[in-house]
């Protein structure tokens, strides 16, 4: 009876595990994976089924009851217990199952990330192999050659060519000096500017020179008084 109600009596035909390596451990973790999942569809469907049969004898132990057939409704009862029991270690088993695969699932990614590893510590050592100091050094001597090179094409190609060639640079370089300390010599040399005084046109005129005396000064309102007070004591 346990083997028909846990599933036991069907065999799953196991995959060959790839071989060697962390492929035939990948390979074997998803198997059993794989197996872990159905497992737990099965158990999902025996607890289910075993929900059902519980409901089924409470509502046939309450019809006893309302019949008064007691022995009859003891033994719904009894059944409803079993299959509680029964549904009990469903739960603790898809509790088991679920826990397992979830281990497997972190083992999984565990594996894949120290695959990823071992391919990338693989390629850097392989990097390494490649990049050799001989190699390295020869690589910036190659560089350094290289701009040898271009500063000689660069000077070559500004050295003036034609009529230009043969002329001595230092002795142009003498003679314009000399005719820039000449050219200050006879700045030196001449007599500063003597600024014109401008002549009178024909119709313009002279100022008026002073002819008479001056204007008397004006006389305050207090001499004004005076003058006028005297006046009239004269009189």
Known sequence: MFARLFGGGKQQTPVAPSAGGSAGASGQVINAMQGLSEREEQL??????????????????????RQKKKS???????????????????????????????????????????SDMAQAAKAQKKTMAEMKIDNIDATLEEIQDLGDQMRQINEAVAQPVGMFADM????LENELAELEQ??????????????????????????????????????????????????ELAI
């Open 168 to 171: 001595d640079e230092d002795a």
């Open 72 to 114: 009859q409704a003891l033994m719904c009862l009894k059944k409803k217990k079993m299959y509680e029991q029964q549904l009990e270690r469903l739960d603790a088993l898809v509790s088991r199952v679920m826990e397992q695969k979830n281990m497997l699932e972190e083992q999984q990614t565990t594996l894949g990330v120290l």
């Open 44 to 65: 999902e469907k025996k607890k289910l089924l075993l929900e059902k049969k519980i409901n089924d004898e409470m509502e046939k132990a309450r019809e006893f009851t």
């Open 182 to 231: 000449e050219e200050l010599d006879n700045q030196l040399l001449e007599p500063a500017p003597v600024p014109a005084t401008k002549a009178p046109s024909a119709g313009e005129k002279l100022p008026n020179a002073p002819t008479g005396a001056a204007k008397s000064k004006q006389k305050t309102q207090e001499e004004l008084e005076l003058e006028a007070l005297q006046q």
